[in-house]
């Protein structure tokens, strides 16, 4: 072999290695970006379960109930934020319809309110806690069967004999 084809030869090898060496950094600066985003996204879920508890602790605190929220959510959705009943386009972990929207932000307009719900935030389990709250507190639903019966069938479902299944299965949720 001459000294013109083995320098080159040689010199196409250093570099192949160099590449592949710097392939191998960056995989594996790759995989540790992966690992980085799984922790965080860890972390974020942890940070979502966290609000959640104290939203419902807050909730149950402030209304005398006891784990009512976490009991209707368990009943609605079994704690699934991505729950969809599509029969009646229930979203989320209250499962609520349009209509429940529509009645939160009728409300709001009437206590001259700028907030305003969509559709989508029916998705969000804190939107979707903070249109509760308001649906309780303007129809002045004060014990567990209420708030339970009414959430399940309107303003009304005191007096509607088919919320009383709904209430009795929130109801053996509860520790009462």
């Given at each position: 072999?001459?000294?013109?084809?083995?320098?080159?030869?040689?010199?196409?090898?250093?570099?192949?290695?160099?590449?592949?060496?710097?392939t191998?950094?960056?995989?594996?600066?790759?995989?540790?970006?992966?690992?980085?985003?799984?922790?965080i996204?860890?972390?974020?879920?942890?940070?979502?379960?966290?609000?959640?508890?104290?939203?419902?602790?807050?909730?149950?605190?402030?209304?005398?109930?006891?784990?009512?929220?976490?009991?209707?959510?368990?009943?609605?959705?079994?704690?699934?934020?991505?729950?969809?009943?599509?029969?009646?386009?229930?979203?989320?972990?209250l499962?609520?319809?349009?209509?429940?929207?529509?009645?939160?932000?009728?409300?709001l307009r009437?206590?001259?309110s700028?907030?305003?719900?969509?559709?989508?935030?029916?998705?969000?389990?804190?939107?979707?806690v903070q249109?509760?709250?308001?649906?309780?507190?303007?129809?002045?639903?004060?014990?567990?069967?209420?708030?339970?019966?009414?959430?399940?069938?309107?303003?009304?479902?005191?007096?509607?004999?088919?919320?009383?299944?709904?209430?009795?299965?929130?109801?053996?949720?509860?520790?009462?």
């Open positions: 072999m001459d000294y013109r084809t083995t320098v080159p030869v040689i010199l196409l090898i250093m570099v192949l290695f160099m590449f592949m060496n710097e191998s950094k960056v995989n594996q600066l790759q995989h540790r970006l992966d690992s980085k985003d799984l922790i996204d860890s972390l974020k879920h942890e940070i979502d379960t966290l609000q959640w508890e104290y939203e419902i602790y807050d909730y149950n605190h402030k209304n005398n109930t006891t784990h009512l929220l976490s009991a209707i959510m368990f009943v609605e959705s079994s704690y699934d934020d991505s729950a969809y009943n599509a029969s009646e386009d229930a979203v989320g972990c499962q609520i319809r349009k209509c429940m929207v529509n009645d939160v932000n009728r409300i009437k206590q001259n700028l907030l305003r719900f969509s559709y989508d935030d029916r998705w969000m389990r804190h939107k979707s249109m509760f709250q308001i649906y309780c507190k303007h129809y002045n639903l004060n014990t567990a069967e209420e708030i339970a019966r009414c959430w399940n069938g309107g303003p009304r479902g005191m007096h509607n004999e088919m919320t009383v299944g709904y209430w009795k299965k929130v109801s053996n949720k509860l520790d009462i």
